[in-house]
């Protein structure tokens, strides 16, 4: 779903493994973006986000390797579910993050799968350029996406996304909130809008058909296209 946004938009997706960048075969140099995936990545057991993200501090190689990229002002990443938990504890790496949360277990103490509604923040965010003050549902998946910000006021971290209920209203109720994050942060930036995490997952919302009801307005691809599109159009 990941590859086939991107492709759609007009990159050509290459799958890489971590075992590929440990072991020399590829090298993130090589492209002008990154996603860490969500969908069980790392098996999806607790704290596998955490875990990837050890599996890149802990081996210098691999940290000199995405420090290099993060950094790079002509680079772009993003990270959706366990990407998200993923790309936010290499918060350390990432110029301009270091607001980012945590990302910790749902207040329901459950995996949550549902359409969720989420509001676009005017943020920096690349991917979200043209998109602020948009209403749009969205597939959730995860059991470990309420943020926990380590800083006493949240409102250093620049906020791309935010469950509302329908009314548009931003939510800290479930099952509008899915996992009791504060004022219904669901998505971040870092400062200058090459990096974006998120927990929802717009890769698998890409076409009207994904959805149960829709506007008559919208054409064959839904909003969620644009993103891609976005990042397409920064890259040039």
Known sequence: EMAAAFDRAGFEAVDVHMSDLGSGRRSLSEFAGFVACGGFSYGDVLGAGRGWAKSILFQDDLREQFGNFLADTGKF???????????????????????????????SEQFEARLSLVRVEESASIFLQGMAGSLIPVATAHGEGRARFTVSDSTAA??????????????????GNPNGSPRGITGLCNRDGRVTIMMPHPERTLRTVNFSWAPNDWSEISPWQRMFQNARKWTG
């Open 77 to 107: 990443a993003l990270g959706v579910c366990n990407g998200c938990q993923m790309l936010a504890a290499l918060k350390d790496l990432v110029p301009g993050a270091d607001a980012w949360p945590e990302f910790v277990n749902n207040r």
């Open 158 to 175: 620049q906020v791309a996304l935010r469950y509302v209920d329908g009314s548009g209203r931003v939510s800290e109720h479930y099952p």
